[in-house]
């Protein structure tokens, strides 16, 4: 794979000099921000890889480092709902944006139920149709802006932790929300990725009562590249507003970050051509942006929470959907105990990492986070 730090060609010309102080909330976004500033400056990175965005306790220098921030990027209280209150109280001179409530953000629903049945119809919101999967790359030299008018689809945030749901009944990755711990969540009433909805989970019915779809957005957004490179436009353009005389530069990073997304993309689409439309399923639904985006939709989520183990009868609608569909792949995240896969019988693991924790933090870090997600699927569909 080529070196995503030329292909996202940033700029080694500008000079060290007084550009805003950045903070980010976790590594993909961070990466974003960096390619975007490039040499000018580096921004702070809030949640550090292999930490969960759920629930986190900032070391000192984090909190300084957002103390001092005079611009936040952060993918909103449905990601991280415990950062809402540092950053108004420490950052309250900043600008914080919100990226997954912007205009030019795409977002999708939630998706209910073991089997997805009920989301067929995948609700997007934002920006161009997902079904185009970033099609005709010449027109985006916008950086993906002009995505439509859904100004409020990212409010509401409150309501929905990272997957948009049921938040006292599960932790990320074994995180504790009540503790704001590294690793610790425990949340109540909205549980992981849109699945077991008032005790619901084995159904996902009743979109009647999702008539706000603010409530049930998913804001893991970052993984479609469309996103992406909407956010680099929108980065610029806020650097720019507080630092006009490197707007040229910032503008010229965007630039490039945008002619990488179009390699990006093409390379990822390569990969995944051969084994579109091979059914597979995910231990929670963490990827539905970067499935919606390039036309691989899984069938399935093992769990309705990515802590608490799936009920008996999720496992067994979910098992003989598997059986029905002969579908041989699972994602899987390091931290998941592959023994429940054993439930469903002869699946084949591919190890997905959606936050990069076991990447290199920086520009280059976007670029092979999607990669790697697209070689581990594919490696486990053939």
Same mark, same amino acid.
């Given at each position: 794979m080529r070196n995503l730090v030329v292909i996202f060609g940033v700029c080694a010309n500008g000079a060290w000099a007084e550009v805003p102080r950045v903070s980010v909330d976790i590594a993909p976004v961070h990466s974003i921000v960096a390619a975007v500033m490039g040499e000018l400056g580096q921004p702070d990175l809030i949640v550090p890889p292999g930490a969960s965005p759920h629930g986190y306790s900032m070391r000192p220098s984090e909190a300084r480092a957002l103390d001092q921030a005079d611009l936040v990027f952060w993918m909103g209280s449905g990601l991280s709902p415990w950062l809402e209150g540092p950053i108004e109280s420490l950052a309250g001179d900043a600008t914080a944006l919100d990226l997954l409530a912007r205009p030019e953000t795409q977002v999708l629903?939630? +998706?209910?139920?073991?089997?997805?049945? =009920?989301?067929d119809h995948d609700h997007g919101h934002g920006g161009d149709d997902h079904d185009d999967h970033g099609d005709d790359h010449d027109d985006h030299d916008d950086h993906g802006d002009d995505h439509g008018d859904h100004d409020d689809h990212g409010d509401d945030h409150d309501d929905h932790d990272d997957h948009g749901d049921d938040h006292d009944?599960?932790? $990320?990755?074994?995180? $504790?929300?009540?503790?704001?711990?590294? %690793?610790?969540?425990?949340?109540?009433?909205?549980?992981?990725?849109?699945?077991?909805?008032?005790?619901?989970?084995?159904?996902?019915?009743?979109?009647?009562?999702?008539?706000? %779809? =603010?409530? &049930?957005?998913?804001?893991? =957004?970052w993984l479609d590249p469309e996103n992406a490179r909407a956010w680099a436009a929108v980065i610029a353009d806020e650097l720019s507003v507080m630092d006009p005389d490197n707007a040229a530069e910032y503008a010229r990073n965007a630039a490039a970050f945008s002619n990488g997304i179009n390699e990006l993309t093409d390379e990822v689409e390569a990969i995944v051509a051969p084994i579109r439309g091979r059914p597979f399923v995910v231990f929670h639904d963490a990827y539905h942006y970067f499935e919606h985006r390039f036309d691989v939709e899984a069938?399935?989520?093992?769990?309705?929470?990515?802590?608490?183990?799936?009920? #008996? #009868? +999720?496992?067994?609608?979910?098992?003989?959907? &598997? =059986?029905?569909?002969?579908? &041989?792949?699972?994602?899987?995240?390091?931290?998941?105990?592959p023994a429940i896969l054993d439930a469903l019988g002869e699946v084949k693991l591919g190890e997905v990492d959606p936050l990069g924790a076991t990447l290199e933090v920086g520009p280059d870090l976007y670029g092979q986070l999607v990669t790697n997600m697209a070689t581990s699927l594919s490696k486990c569909l053939k």
């Open positions: 629903e939630v +998706r209910d139920g073991a089997t997805f049945e =009920a989301d009944d599960h932790d $990320d990755h074994g995180d $504790d929300h009540d503790d704001h711990d590294d %690793h610790g969540d425990d949340h109540d009433d909205h549980d992981d990725h849109g699945d077991d909805h008032d005790d619901h989970d084995d159904q996902g019915d009743d979109h009647d009562d999702h008539d706000d %779809h =603010a409530e &049930v957005v998913d804001p893991h =957004a069938v399935g989520a093992i769990s309705a929470t990515d802590a608490a183990a799936p009920s #008996a #009868a +999720r496992v067994s609608e979910l098992r003989d959907k &598997v =059986a029905s569909l002969g579908a &041989v792949c699972a994602l899987t995240e390091p931290q998941f105990n």
